[in-house]
């Protein structure tokens, strides 16, 4: 066809003259400019998972641009935020977290709730690469218009989740979405973070506790106001009620992580949407518990105290590690330190006495 493909067009971006041609319109970037804050504000408010999910983008984006329409679009959206249930998931490795997730969340979007799905993804701490998408891993969900997924890689960040996550939930919040479940990456110190920014903490495991609980660390388990023995189906339901057993002796003997609730120990079967209801019926008693006691509100306000001390010690990093002088001579203080003529400590005052005489 002398160089045209069917339906007329050219092999590859060469011209006629040899050089390279401007790709086809429609497959150029476009750099679009952001509506105003209020016009996205309104667009997010009405339930658009689209806008919603432009919002996200901005919130997470690292250019310097967005960092102020992100906190107007942040401030219009506040009053409209903390409508939900916000439920933090964790679990050791195998426990079916993804299989739970999907479960649970299409069981309370046919019931009409709306529910958001803030996944972490595998990622690695040198390139920040997702392995693999939630989308993916939660094909009916995500299909579902009233759930909304939101994919987001690690990317090294301490605890495993992303540094956005709590601006995200608002987001989410002022889209409509009343349920909001964060699964953790399960790195380890993951956990006690998801902790501080969720409203109910549950942990999945596996049947069978074995030696020291399947080698949990009794703090995080501490955490859980829930322990859900998954892969109760089958021939593994006696085992799951025998391990259901002993973490039921576990949380009788440890303090309560919330005040006024007892963490108990479920069995379900995400496979077969065996006791998932029963785990949601908690969720609620949950609620209405701490609601009534004042522990729900009090919890609340202390995240966003928690959240605030964060960002400042956040703030203080970035400007250290920007300031001039620091800039100059850290990378000498850091071969001093290591060829150990001065201590850390003596480098370390050294140089946040500069920084800090700047600011006098």
């Known amino acids: 066809m002398s160089g045209k493909q069917k339906g007329g067009e050219e092999k590859g971006n060469a011209s006629h003259d040899g050089m390279t041609?401007?790709?086809?319109?429609?497959?150029?970037?476009?750099?679009?400019?952001?509506?105003?804050?209020?016009?996205?504000?309104?667009?997010?408010?009405?339930?658009?998972?689209?806008?919603?999910?432009?919002?996200?983008?901005?919130?997470?984006?690292?250019?310097?641009?967005?960092?102020?329409?992100?906190?107007?679009?942040?401030?219009?959206?506040?009053p409209h935020t903390g409508n939900s249930i916000r439920v933090g998931i964790t679990g050791v490795p195998g426990a079916g977290k993804s299989t739970f997730i999907e479960s649970f969340g299409l069981m309370l979007c046919e019931q009409g709730r709306r529910v958001a799905v803030l996944a972490i993804d595998p990622s690695s701490s040198i390139s920040g690469g997702s392995i693999l998408g939630d989308k993916t891993r939660m094909e009916e969900l995500a299909k579902?218009?009233?759930?909304?997924?939101?994919?987001?890689?690690?990317?090294?960040?301490?605890?495993?989740?992303?540094?956005?996550?709590?601006?995200?939930?608002?987001?989410?919040?002022?889209?409509?979405f009343d349920v909001i479940l964060v699964e953790t990456v399960g790195v380890g110190q993951s956990e006690g973070i998801v902790r501080n920014m969720v409203d109910f903490f549950m942990m999945l495991v596996l049947t069978g506790a074995g030696d020291d609980l399947q080698g949990i660390k009794k703090g995080i388990m501490e955490l859980a106001d829930a322990i859900v023995i998954n892969k109760a189906d089958g021939p593994n339901k006696p085992l799951a009620e025998r391990t259901r057993k002993e973490y039921e002796q576990f949380l009788h003997a440890i303090k309560p992580y919330t005040e006024g609730w007892k963490s108990k120990a479920y069995t379900c079967s995400a496979l077969e949407n065996e006791g998932i209801d029963m785990l949601w019926q908690a969720i609620q008693s949950f609620q209405s518990v701490t609601q009534k006691t004042g522990t729900f509100d009090k919890r609340r306000r202390t995240q966003v105290k928690a959240w605030m001390h964060t960002l400042i010690a956040d703030e203080l990093d970035r400007y250290f590690y920007h300031h001039p002088y620091v800039k100059e001579h850290l990378d000498g203080w850091e071969q001093q330190s290591m060829a150990g003529s001065v201590t850390p400590a003596q480098a370390a005052r050294a140089l946040c006495k500069q920084v800090l005489q700047a600011y006098k």
């Not at 909304?148 to 890689?153: G, K």
């Open 21 to 78: 041609a401007p790709p086809p319109k429609r497959f150029r970037k476009k750099n679009r400019p952001l509506p105003e804050p209020a016009s996205l504000a309104a667009a997010v408010r009405s339930g658009s998972v689209t806008d919603l999910a432009k919002a996200i983008t901005c919130i997470e984006s690292s250019t310097p641009a967005h960092f102020e329409y992100s906190e107007q679009l942040l401030q219009l959206l506040l």
């Open 144 to 176: 579902h218009s009233n759930a909304f997924i939101r994919p987001s890689p690690s990317g090294g960040t301490l605890g495993g989740v992303h540094g956005k996550t709590r601006e995200t939930i608002l987001l989410c919040e002022a889209a409509g």
